[in-house]
T-cell receptor
Framework: GAGVSQSPSNKVTEKGKDVELRCDPI?????LYWYRQSLGQGLEFLIY????????KSGLPSDRFSAERTGGSVSTLTIQRTQQEDSAVYLC?????????????FGEGSWLTVV | QKEVEQDPGPLSVPEGAIVSLNCTYS??????FMWYRQYSRKGPELLMY????GNKEDGRFTAQVDKSSKYISLFIRDSQPSDSATYLC???????????FGKGTTLSVSS
């Protein structure tokens, strides 16, 4: 597809389980971002990838959160031992890197509910 | 104080009204300013992008940046029911890697 693709679109998991969220960025986009959006909150930055490396992980809220990117394309965000406060929409975005002010395109998000 | 402040609303206006949406920020290093529109259960989509201070117009939308006051605005003229959405301001610095977002303002335009 032409846009940023995320899966699953919806996920309900039990507290304490691990979850993996997948992002397939726009072809050719070397920059990839993960954001979290909780009810009534703005977008909270989690992590930024340039290629396969993550020069900015400053937004990851705890060591239960990790992310990787392979082949400069698909990224996986993993949340271990999920807690109820992890319930949110996890948004992935991508952009062309190296161009100041380039447009960041978002996917439709993975809606995570921890019960 | 959060880096970016935005009144969450909700804001309700009749069709045809002029809408003014605003954000304030504290980081003087921000140079790139954006407005995103987000429909319910969708990802944000870029609406307007402005570099540094000044105005930018695109159809019914006008974005303004006042760096001296650390204040940005989005104006929507002749608002339509299809404009009903959440509007998020976002900004970044020259060296920043991520956009910093406001909480978003929910707008409802009634016909």
């Amino acid at each position: 597809g032409a846009g940023v693709s995320q899966s699953p679109s919806n996920k309900v998991t039990e507290k304490g389980k691990d979850v993996e969220l997948r992002c397939d960025p726009i072809s050719g986009h070397t920059a990839l971002y993960w954001y979290r959006q909780s009810l009534g909150q703005g977008l909270e930055f989690l992590i930024y990838f340039q290629g396969n490396s993550a020069p900015d992980k400053s937004g990851l809220p705890s060591d239960r959160f990790s992310a990787e990117r392979t082949g400069g394309s698909v990224s996986t965000l993993t949340i271990q031992r999920t807690q109820q406060e992890d319930s949110a929409v996890y948004l992935c975005a991508s952009s062309l890197a190296g161009v100041i002010g380039n447009t960041i395109y978002f996917g439709e998000g993975s809606w995570l509910t921890v019960v | 104080q959060k880096e970016v402040e935005q009144d969450p609303g909700p804001l309700s206006v009749p069709e045809g009204a002029i809408v003014s949406l605003n954000c304030t920020y504290s980081n003087s290093a921000f140079q790139y300013f954006m407005w995103y529109r987000q429909y319910s259960r969708k990802g944000p989509e870029l609406l307007m992008y402005t570099y540094s201070s000044g105005n930018k117009e695109d159809g019914r939308f006008t974005a303004q940046v006042d760096k001296s006051s650390k204040y940005i605005s989005l104006f929507i003229r002749d608002s339509q029911p299809s404009d009903s959405a959440t509007y998020l301001c976002a900004m970044r610095s020259q060296a920043g890697t991520a956009l910093i977002f406001g909480k978003g303002t929910t707008l409802s335009v009634s016909s």
